[in-house]
């Protein structure tokens, strides 16, 4: 089995942060301290553990700019596990660049209008992760398959894969949907066009 997994650093870049695993680069820098950021919590995907890396970086980038550096190089991603918990440290060493050339984009944050967590009869559902392979959702009690097309909809999660877990029930998804719009329990091995269930067919 492969898994393969793409670590975006776009949350640098776009800031104008020059980002690079090299312990060096030919470039007129001054250094300005090490970067040492942990990030726990974790989602099982098939047989791997993945975290949400982007926050991270977000952080890092923030950080990064608040100190004045504009680079950071000799970086490395580890993960590890303790105390029950998974996590990834990420370091590196802080530079600022003499004459960047990369520049920061005229960066308008644009706010996110796609919901992160809705209420269905009374019981929550929160997106833990969004990856270009799929939308892990938690809620806090099982949800039938009518609550979890309405799920879809309000969270406009359509033509997206989705796997859902139940809050603190271990690592396991209870139901999910395909990208092409089939509800499936994977408890009973139900199957059914989403479709289907919205209508209450």
Do not use: W
């Amino acid at each position: 089995m492969t898994i393969t997994e793409f670590r975006d650093y776009t949350p640098f870049t776009e800031r104008g942060i020059l980002v690079t695993e090299a312990n060096n680069v030919n470039l007129d820098y001054t250094p300005l301290g090490s970067v040492v950021s942990m990030t726990q919590g974790a989602v099982r995907n098939l047989m791997s553990y993945t975290i949400n890396l982007n926050e991270a970086f977000e952080s890092i980038a923030e950080e990064l700019i608040k100190k004045g550096a504009n680079g950071l190089i000799n970086l490395s991603i580890s993960p590890g596990y303790s105390n029950n918990m998974y996590y990834m440290t990420v370091t590196g060493m802080a530079i600022h660049i003499k004459n960047n050339p990369l520049k920061p984009e005229k960066h308008k944050k644009v706010v996110d209008k796609t919901f992160s967590e809705c209420v269905i009869d009374g019981i929550k559902a929160l997106i833990i992760e969004r990856r270009p392979s799929g939308v892990f959702v938690s809620t806090d009690k099982k949800m039938t398959s009518v609550q979890i097309a309405q799920l879809v909809e309000k969270l406009q999660l359509s033509n997206k894969a989705v796997q859902i877990f139940l809050a603190n029930g271990g690592d396991k998804a209870y139901a999910g949907i395909t990208d092409n719009g089939y509800y499936i329990n994977y408890e009973t091995k139900e199957f059914i066009e989403l479709s289907q269930i919205s209508s209450g067919n």
